[in-house]
């Protein structure tokens, strides 16, 4: 009986055997396609440096963008400046035309003469509008505005204490700020 379990053993151990083999094999191909998987260190340090070696590529390209940006809004500005009166130079043009035509003039009368003032002055006022430059001229009795006005004097007057009497200069304003305030008289205090 012992020589029959001697014998079976074998086989039950060849069985084992075979068993660890095809256990061990497994493993061994699960270990390989697992080392297959995952990238190894020099994968990893390539993949890094060719995604730096990118970024910087963004980085730089992108940077230059906005120096170009900055530069060509400088120039834009620039270019604001320089020719910003450009439009009222030109709408002034016709106004110093008439005024050279009517210096031609050589036996010019009084009445043409005024005639001819008038037209400049409406061409003048025109390219004023155009150009959004308003006249400030207040009315005898308003009250004074010290952001549109500057009293010149204090006069006594027939009316309420701070309120313009008589304007002895125009001012102006271009769009809302005022480029020259109206020169006032202003009525004194009872």
């Known amino acids: 009986m012992q020589d029959m379990e001697k014998q079976e053993n074998p086989s039950v151990q060849q069985d084992n055997q075979a068993a660890d083999a095809a256990a061990a094999a497994t493993a061994a191909e699960q270990a390989a396609a697992a080392a297959a998987a995952e990238p190894t260190l020099e994968d990893k340090l390539a993949a890094a440096e060719a995604r730096a070696a990118e970024m910087q590529d963004a980085f730089l390209r992108a940077r230059a963008e906005g120096e170009n940006i900055r530069r060509r809004a400088q120039e834009d ?15 002034l043009l016709a106004v110093k035309d008439s005024l050279e035509m009517a210096l031609k003039i050589e036996n010019a009368s009084l009445e ?30 308003e009250k004074l505005d010290p952001m ?14 701070n309120t313009v009497v008589a304007v002895l200069q125009k001012g102006y304003m271009i769009s809302d700020r005022l480029l020259r305030p109206a020169l006032v008289t202003v009525a004194q205090g009872k």
Do not use: C, R, W
């Open 77 to 91: 500005i620039a270019k604001a400046h320089k020719f910003a009166i450009e439009g009222f130079a030109e709408s």
């Open 148 to 161: 549109k006005h500057q009293a010149v004097s204090a006069v006594p007057a027939e009316q309420e204490a």
């Open 112 to 141: 043409s003469l005024k005639e001819g003032v008038d037209m400049t002055l409406k061409q003048l006022s025109s390219a004023f509008e155009k150009n959004k430059l308003q006249e400030v001229s207040p009315q005898a009795g």
